[in-house]
C-alpha cells in the first residue's frame, strides 16, 4: 500500500506501508497486549527499543513511528505514527494519515449506524469505546493527520469509571 492521501489527496511519500489489523483486546499488527517489553522487541524484530519514557504508562518508541504503553510491565497501549510505520484500518477507514475532520464525522457515523459508543477527550482525540480506538492527529509540515492509538478494554474501562481520560500520550502533541 502506498500512502496517497493527506488532507489535500496530494501527499505522496512513495513509502511501501504494512498494514496491521485491530483484533478488538487482543492487539494490533504482531503486538499483543499484556506482552513483556523484551516480547514486543521480539515481534517487532529489534534488540530493544529507540528510547524509553516514564510517566502514568511506561512508553518506548521503536523504529517506525511505533510506540508502545505499559502499566505494570504489562503492554496496553499502542499507537501509530500519521505517516510512517504500520498502517491501520478500522471498518474501511484509514487511521493514519487522515483529515482529522473526516476522521470525527466517519466515527460519529460509525457510531450512529452501529448503535456504538464514542466519546471526545478534552484533547479532542475521538475514542471508540468498546473497540479501544482512539483517534488522534499529529502535525506533519503543515497539516494535522490522524494517528490511532489503541489500548485494552480494561484501560477504556477505567478511563470511562474515572471519567478521567488519562490516557496513554505519545510524545506528538505538537
Same mark, same amino acid.
Given at each position: 500500500?502506498?500512502?496517497?492521501?493527506?488532507?489535500?489527496?496530494?501527499?505522496?511519500?512513495?513509502?511501501?506501508?504494512?498494514?496491521?489489523?485491530?483484533?478488538?483486546?487482543?492487539?494490533? $499488527? !504482531?503486538?499483543?497486549?499484556?506482552?513483556?517489553?523484551?516480547?514486543?522487541?521480539?515481534? *517487532?524484530?529489534?534488540?530493544?527499543?529507540?528510547?524509553?519514557?516514564?510517566? !502514568?504508562?511506561?512508553?518506548?518508541?521503536? !523504529?517506525?513511528?511505533?510506540?508502545?504503553?505499559?502499566?505494570?510491565?504489562?503492554?496496553?497501549?499502542?499507537?501509530?505514527?500519521?505517516?510512517?510505520?504500520?498502517?491501520?484500518?478500522?471498518?474501511?477507514?484509514?487511521?493514519? $494519515?487522515?483529515?482529522?475532520?473526516?476522521?470525527?464525522?466517519?466515527?460519529?457515523?460509525?457510531?450512529?449506524?452501529?448503535?456504538?459508543?464514542?466519546?471526545?477527550?478534552?484533547?479532542?482525540?475521538?475514542?471508540? *469505546?468498546?473497540? $479501544?480506538?482512539? *483517534?488522534?492527529?499529529?502535525?506533519?509540515?503543515?497539516?494535522?493527520?490522524?494517528?490511532?492509538?489503541?489500548?485494552?478494554?480494561?484501560?477504556?474501562?477505567?478511563?470511562?469509571?474515572?471519567?478521567?481520560?488519562?490516557? !496513554?500520550?505519545?510524545?506528538?502533541?505538537?
Amino acid at each position: 500500500m502506498r500512502i496517497d492521501e493527506s488532507v489535500s489527496g496530494r501527499m505522496n511519500t512513495g513509502v511501501e506501508r504494512v498494514s496491521w489489523a485491530l483484533q478488538v483486546d487482543a492487539g494490533v $499488527g !504482531p503486538l499483543r497486549f499484556g506482552m513483556s517489553s523484551a516480547e514486543v522487541a521480539a515481534a *517487532l524484530h529489534v534488540s530493544e527499543p529507540q528510547s524509553r519514557a516514564g510517566g !502514568p504508562f511506561d512508553r518506548e518508541d521503536y !523504529p517506525d513511528g511505533v510506540k508502545t504503553f505499559y502499566d505494570e510491565d504489562e503492554l496496553v497501549g499502542v499507537a501509530l505514527d500519521a505517516v510512517m510505520g504500520p498502517q491501520a484500518f478500522f471498518a474501511g477507514f484509514s487511521l493514519n $494519515g487522515s483529515d482529522p475532520r473526516r476522521g470525527r464525522e466517519y466515527f460519529l457515523d460509525y457510531c450512529r449506524d452501529h448503535d456504538r459508543s464514542g466519546r471526545f477527550t478534552p484533547d479532542a482525540s475521538f475514542v471508540l *469505546l468498546d473497540s $479501544g480506538v482512539v *483517534l488522534r492527529e499529529q502535525q506533519v509540515g503543515g497539516v494535522r493527520l490522524t494517528r490511532p492509538l489503541f489500548v485494552t478494554l480494561e484501560l477504556m474501562r477505567r478511563v470511562v469509571e474515572r471519567d478521567s481520560y488519562e490516557l !496513554p500520550l505519545e510524545g506528538v502533541t505538537d
